[in-house]
C-alpha cells in the first residue's frame, strides 16, 4: 500500500534530524538510506512512524509517495520503535543485506548511546521482515 513520507535525512547523512528540522543525534556511521516518517501516523513514541526509503539520494525535507514493503522491528530503550521500509521496485538481495547489517550495527550504537545516559531497558534489532504485496493491508 502507497504511503506518503517526508525525508528528513538524505541517504550517506551523518546527522539524524527531527520532524521539527532541529538534530536529533550526530552519527559515527553513515546511515546509507534515507530516513523520514510517514505522514498521518503517530508511533508509540509519540512521533510520526519511522520510514526507510531505499533507493536513490532523496533531499531533505521531500515528500513523496512510496509502497511500504517491510518494517524493521526494533526496540530502543525497551520501547517499540519499528521502522517501516519503503521502496517502488524489488528489493534486492544486497539492499536486504545492507539493512540487517546496518541495524546490527546501530543497536550496538544506540545501545551504548543509552547506556551513556541512563536509559533502561533492551535496545536492539528483533527482526525485519518484508511484506507480500499482494495481502499487506496498514
Same mark, same amino acid.
Given at each position: 500500500?502507497?504511503?506518503?513520507?517526508?525525508?528528513?535525512t538524505p541517504a550517506w547523512s551523518f546527522i539524524k534530524y527531527n520532524d521539527d528540522g532541529s538534530v536529533d543525534y550526530?552519527?559515527?556511521?553513515?546511515?546509507?538510506?534515507?530516513?523520514?516518517?510517514?505522514?498521518?501516523?503517530?508511533?508509540e513514541d509519540g512521533d510520526r512512524?519511522?520510514?526507510?526509503?531505499?533507493?536513490? =539520494?532523496?533531499?531533505? /525535507?521531500?515528500?513523496?509517495?512510496?509502497?511500504? %514493503? /517491510? %518494517? %524493521?522491528?526494533?526496540?530502543?530503550a525497551g520501547e517499540t520503535d519499528d521502522k517501516f521500509i519503503f521502496?517502488?521496485? =524489488? %528489493?534486492?538481495l544486497l539492499q536486504k543485506t545492507s539493512l540487517y547489517l546496518f541495524f546490527r550495527l546501530f543497536s550496538l550504537l544506540k545501545s551504548l548511546k543509552n547506556k551513556l545516559k541512563k536509559k533502561n531497558g533492551v535496545t536492539g534489532l528483533v527482526k525485519i521482515e518484508f511484506f507480500n504485496p499482494l495481502t499487506y493491508q496498514v
Open positions: 500500500m502507497k504511503k506518503i513520507i517526508k525525508i528528513d550526530k552519527s559515527p556511521i553513515p546511515c546509507p538510506f534515507n530516513y523520514g516518517s510517514v505522514l498521518g501516523t503517530k508511533g512512524e519511522d520510514a526507510i526509503l531505499l533507493g536513490k =539520494k532523496q533531499e531533505k /525535507g521531500t515528500e513523496l509517495e512510496s509502497n511500504c %514493503v /517491510g %518494517v %524493521v522491528r526494533f526496540i530502543d521502496s517502488d521496485s =524489488k %528489493v534486492t
